[in-house]
């Protein structure tokens, strides 16, 4: 395993929310903490202190865009989680990593592992 991660998790469903929350504690990384829209996620992004982001591309308030802008602007990777979502990305974020769900803990693990360890 890379080193551990500090993960934020912005999911809107509570039992999804908490399966990933699960994983990341399984995988060995640290959860940073969780939000479940739009403007919650804004907040935890200015804040900082974490590696990487799980974002849901739709949540309670709206479609996670201004949160992947945010993400992009402060250069902390992260990761688009998406069930039912069938447009492509805006182009700012085509190249973003993607988790399908259902979630499962080796996709989780996968696209945890392609993220380095960011220097505090």
Request: net charge negative.
């Amino acid at each position: 395993m890379t080193e551990p991660l500090s993960v934020l998790v912005i999911e809107d469903e509570p039992l999804i929310a908490m399966m990933i929350e699960d994983f990341i504690d399984m995988l060995g990384h640290r959860l940073a903490g969780a939000c479940d829209s739009v403007a919650g996620a804004l907040v935890k992004v200015e804040e900082g202190g974490f590696d990487v982001a799980i974002l849901d591309v739709n949540l309670r308030d709206g479609a996670c865009w201004p949160v992947a802008d945010a993400l992009k602007a402060r250069d902390i990777p992260f990761v688009l989680a998406s069930g039912g979502h069938v447009e492509p990305p805006p182009a700012a974020h085509a190249d973003a990593l993607q988790l399908a769900k259902p979630f499962t803990l080796d996709g989780v693990q996968n696209v945890l592992a392609t993220i380095p360890a960011r220097a505090s």
